[in-house]
Each structure stands twice: as structure tokens, then as C-alpha cells.
């Protein structure tokens, strides 16, 4: 049976995302949100992808670059962590990961293809752990991370940034 993360279990910044997560089906949470995320960014107008809310804020289309880009990173955490390989992880830096990411050259339609294909990747990846695997934990960034952390911090970080999406890149002035 499934538990949610104590707050020994990750970075005190990650607080902001675990708390949005509800409940204790995380692998569901994981499948419910990928179908969710994708509706939405299905309905984003191409004009609306190069939008930015203010000066220096990332286009929507970056947001959703930083969303998978961050998956990414959690996720091998999390399988890095849960197959008990030695050895700490790096930190990675947001914004050199966007700079480097070649987002404008990145068909939206082929992000939303990695979306639903890495998403399904991250659950069945953590679908298949057992109790063992998910209270296995790693040093990234200098910092203790469970597995069981990782995935709550993927679904309240994937949350986060559609809120933010809604508020601040869909709404109409």
C-alpha cells in the first residue's frame, strides 16, 4: 500500500508541489493527469505558443519544454534511486536546460507525442516497484530524495505549471 512522502523525504522547496497532490494512488494520479494536461495543451492555439505573460517569463511553449525537461530529469532520479545505483546526481539548472533545449525548433504537436509517451514511461516505471524500490532513497543536487518523493514532486510540479498555464498564458487580458 501506497503513502505519501514525509516532508523528510524531500528538499523543503519541493513542499510547494507535494502538498497539491491529493491522496495516495500516485501511479492513477500519474495516468489521470497525462490524459488531463494533454486535453489542455491540445486546445493551445499555434499564436498563443510564443505568448509570454511579462518580459523575462518563459514563452508557453518553454513552460511546456521546462514540464517535460523536468520529468525527465525526475524520473531517471527516481529509476536511478529505486535500482540502488551508487553514487549521487547532479543539480541541472531550468533555464540552461531551456536555453539548450532548441525549443523553437521543436514541432508542439511532436512535445505533446513526448508528453504522453514519457508520462506513460514514468508510470509504468513506478507501477512496477515494490515496497522496497519505493522507499529507496538517492542524493541529487545535494539532497535526500525517496522515490515515493519523486513521484509526488513530478505530479504537484506537472500541476503547478498547468495552473500557471491557465492563469497567466490562456486567460484573455
Known amino acids: 500500500m501506497q503513502r505519501r512522502p514525509e516532508s523528510s ?35 493551445v492555439s499555434p499564436d498563443r505558443l510564443d505568448f509570454r505573460y511579462a518580459p523575462g517569463k518563459w514563452s508557453l511553449k518553454e513552460v511546456v519544454a521546462h514540464v517535460l525537461d523536468t520529468e525527465w530529469v525526475f ?16 543539480g541541472v539548472d531550468q533555464d540552461d536546460m531551456i536555453a539548450a533545449g532548441n525549443v523553437a525548433g521543436r514541432p508542439y504537436a511532436a512535445m ?18 515494490d515496497d522496497a524500490g519505493w522507499d529507496r532513497t538517492g542524493i541529487a543536487s545535494g539532497k535526500l530524495f525517496t522515490v515515493r518523493a519523486l513521484a509526488y514532486i513530478i505530479v504537484g510540479h506537472e500541476r503547478h ?3 500557471v498555464i491557465r492563469e497567466r498564458y490562456l486567460r484573455e487580458p
Open 161 to 163: 505549471h498547468m495552473n
Open 75 to 90: 524520473a531517471s532520479r527516481a529509476l536511478h534511486f529505486a535500482r540502488a545505483v551508487p553514487g549521487a546526481l547532479p
Open 112 to 129: 505533446l507525442t513526448e508528453w504522453n509517451h514519457l508520462r506513460e514511461a514514468s508510470a509504468l516505471m513506478f507501477a512496477s516497484l
Open 9 to 43: 523525504e524531500y528538499f523543503e522547496y519541493y513542499e510547494t508541489y507535494v502538498k497539491q497532490v491529493t491522496g495516495t494512488d500516485i501511479v492513477g494520479a500519474l495516468r489521470r493527469q497525462n490524459h488531463e494536461s494533454r486535453e489542455l495543451l491540445a486546445t
